[in-house]
């Protein structure tokens, strides 16, 4: 099985690079990348390209599955509009590309709360891609909605890591239809994504499936041993 992966040099896709490498069924993960990556492996190609112009790459997106694990802030990305390049329209390109090449299975990063009617601009955003990328049709499409994402981040993110402070004490009274709402360490999420992978080399789609994956489920998919 053929894996591209999206966001590579991030904290949840750098746990998902190292753990797809680290597992057999995988033939090859492709990584489109900004910057180079540390990692090396015979069964990893790594490819700097411009994000603006994916399209000259198409070749990459000849795979079985894509992983997009893309993701900004708005202060890093410094508009709205850049954050909705990033966040969105990468997304939406790489899935473009990966579907008219033949991938049967779309595993997106998202977040809780997504919604492409939501008054919150974030969370508009990630529902539109989500909207947009259900509509290409993927035989296979699994939408994660974590919470905060919990780890050590290269870059610091003061609001983010307040809240990972705060996030044992406010988990344990997150329970019941607030259980979704925990913060949830970047590698559990990574690990699931990864099995769910797995899972996919074994499985053949009878008819189309979109997931939606919130805490309990990731937390879950990741335990399992497959």
Do not use: W
């Not at 994916?54 to 992983?67: K, N, P, R, S, Y």
């Not at 983010?160 to 044992?168: D, L, T, V």
């Not at 499985?203 to 041993?225: F, G, K, M």
């Amino acid at each position: 099985m053929k894996v591209l992966l999206l966001g590579a040099t991030g904290l949840t896709g750098g746990f998902v690079l190292n753990g797809l490498l680290a597992r057999g069924e995988i033939e090859e993960v492709v990584a489109p990348v900004r910057k180079p990556l540390k990692t090396v492996h015979a069964r990893l190609r790594q490819q700097e390209i411009d994000f603006d112009c994916m399209e000259e790459h198409a070749e990459l997106f000849q795979v079985d599955v894509i992983i997009c694990c893309l993701g900004t802030t708005i202060k890093k990305a410094g508009s709205q509009e850049q954050f909705r390049k990033v966040d969105c329209r990468y997304g939406l390109k790489a899935a473009e590309l990966g579907r008219a090449a033949g991938a049967r299975a779309f595993i997106l990063m998202s977040a809780i709360g997504s919604s492409s009617s939501s008054t919150i601009f974030y969370n508009r955003v990630k529902g539109e891609l989500e909207n947009a990328v259900k509509g290409l049709g993927f035989p296979y499409l699994s939408i994660y909605h974590p919470s905060l994402l919990l780890g050590d981040r290269p870059e610091h993110r003061l609001g983010e890591a307040m809240g990972a402070k705060a996030m044992p004490l406010i988990n344990r009274a997150l329970f019941g239809p607030l259980e979704k709402y925990r913060g949830i360490e970047a590698s559990t999420v990574a690990n699931a994504m990864v099995n769910e992978v797995c899972n996919l080399a074994s499985e053949a789609a009878a008819e189309q499936v979109v997931q939606i994956r919130e805490y309990r489920d990731i937390v879950e998919l990741s335990a399992q041993t497959v």
